[in-house]
Nanobody
Framework: VQLVESGGGLVQAGGSLRLSCSASGLVYSAYYMGWFRQAPGKEREFVAGISRSERVTNYADSVKSRFTISRDNAKNTVYLQMSSLKSEDTAVYYC?????????????????WGQGTQVTVSS
């Protein structure tokens, strides 16, 4: 199983980025997909999640109305559109796959992880 993130980079505060995560080696449509992030010296935190059917999404309060998660089951890809970025959004962003279908924020519920992509927001 491989999850490969892309799309990270350096952006000014107020800007936008779109992260992608391509999955292989698994029945992608069977997995709930999530995005997490980890800033230096901080614990990994949940950012957003999306159900297998794409109908149900879940967000951390800190990113609601700024970030949008989506997925394309035909392309085995999950996306995170990030807008109005703030310096506190700076972190390594990880996508993850879980067989637990209900929305959940606990990283221990996710079975597979990508290697992460760095997002740096300059103020």
């Amino acid at each position: 199983v491989q999850l490969v993130e892309s799309g990270g980079g350096l952006v000014q505060a107020g800007g936008s980025l779109r992260l992608s995560c391509s999955a292989s080696g698994l029945v992608y449509s069977a997995y709930y997909m999530g995005w997490f992030r980890q800033a230096p010296g901080k614990e990994r935190e949940f950012v957003a999640g999306i159900s297998r059917s794409e109908r149900v999404t879940n967000y951390a309060d800190s990113v609601k109305s700024r970030f949008t998660i989506s997925r394309d089951n035909a392309k085995n890809t999950v996306y995170l559109q990030m807008s109005s970025l703030k310096s506190e959004d700076t972190a390594v962003y990880y996508c993850a796959a879980s067989l637990v279908p209900q929305p959940h924020t606990d990283y221990s519920m996710y079975r597979y992880w990508g290697q992460g992509t760095q997002v740096t927001v300059s103020s």
